[in-house]
């Protein structure tokens, strides 16, 4: 439990005699992960708490357990969704959460339904980028929540990746996650998330279908170099048929070549290369389309079909 999250789960045990302790959490943490596999047995000699295991054993001072806050009530409006789900579109979202303090509502993800459409939308923006990703629900109401990515990328952690169903729980001014024994709980994040829907371009002037691996693994090879001077920057050609990628520092310069298929117009643009490649490092479809509109506006991401993800990377303004 800390200021915002909190988490509680149950286990099997044989209990001899019930009660209740607080202990830190760090430390026992580090203790039982250090003993070997097998049971643990715990013991309360007046204020001390002992955790025995086959070989190994350990004390710990115990806290005062009534002074530990409740754990919040279960409310709100519930849906259910796959767990593997859940965490894709956590994990391909949660990269592009702003990491800064002073736009807290941005370091959450927007979750957002729409029973409509039988849709459910997580996205991030950290004002370079965009990330959105959409799966089926089923859902009556229309729900908007912005939730803490840190909490989020926990308890995508926590709940694994078995093909079964958790459940999300909205009420007014917290989310609950429920997995089995397990419920994770966190406060919204307070303030007006961007109209994300305003800022996406609907037109393009170049539209260029490419393969995700290729360009994730010339990016890659761009930032070897980029990287060194902090910028990250790397430079785009996109021609009829392939699009060229460059990259220079003072230890020197790289070029790589990728084939694509264009329409449109040939472009110059350029970009920092890190927050493409984390783009394409959780993209799994093996072709998609990147559509620009000029040099100075944000380049979009999307699927071949479908809507399931559409990602925005804003350009770097450098000399034409």
């Known amino acids: 439990f800390d200021t915002t999250t909190a988490i509680k789960t149950s286990v099997y045990a044989e209990v001899s005699e019930p009660g209740q302790t607080a202990i830190p959490a760090r430390v026992f943490y580090d203790i039982v992960s250090k003993f070997p596999a097998g049971e643990i047995c715990f ?32 409310e709100g409006e519930q849906l259910s969704i796959n767990r593997r789900v859940f965490r894709e579109m956590v994990d391909k979202t949660a990269f592009s959460a702003y990491m800064g303090e002073d736009k807290p509502i941005f370091t959450g993800l927007l979750f957002e339904t729409d029973p409509d459409a039988g849709r459910i939308h997580v996205v991030g923006i950290d004002g370079i980028r965009l990330a959105k990703n959409s799966a089926p629900i089923s859902c009556k109401e229309k729900l908007r929540a912005v939730i803490p990515a840190k909490t989020l990328k926990e ?6 990746d078995e093909d079964s169903d958790i459940s999300l729980y909205f009420s007014q001014g917290a989310f609950f996650i429920t997995c089995e024994d397990t419920i994770i709980y966190t406060r919204l994040l307070d303030g007006e998330f961007m109209n994300y829907e305003s800022i996406i371009p609907r037109e393009y002037k170049t539209r260029v279908r490419i393969e995700g691996k290729m360009i994730a693994r010339s990016l890659e090879l761009m930032l070897v170099l980029a990287k060194e001077d902090g910028s990250n ?3 785009m050609e996109i021609g009829n048929s392939s699009l060229r990628l460059g990259s220079a520092s003072e230890y020197g310069a790289a070029q790589d070549e990728v084939p694509i298929f264009m329409e449109g117009e040939v472009l110059k643009i350029a970009f920092n ?19 620009f509109d000029s040099r100075l506006k944000p380049c979009v991401i999307r699927p071949i ?9 804003v350009p770097v303004n450098v000399a034409s």
């Open 43 to 74: 013991e309360r000699e007046g204020t001390t708490i002992l955790v025995k295991g086959e070989n190994s054993k350990a004390s710990l001072q115990e806290m005062d357990a009534e002074q530990f806050p409740s754990f919040p009530a279960l």
């Open 155 to 160: 308890a995508s952690r926590i709940i694994g």
């Open 233 to 235: 920057l790397i430079r």
């Open 273 to 291: 290369a890190k927050y493409l490649l984390d783009v394409f490092r959780v993209v799994e479809d093996k072709e998609v389309f990147m559509e």
């Open 305 to 313: 079909e479908g809507d399931k993800f559409l990602y925005l990377v």
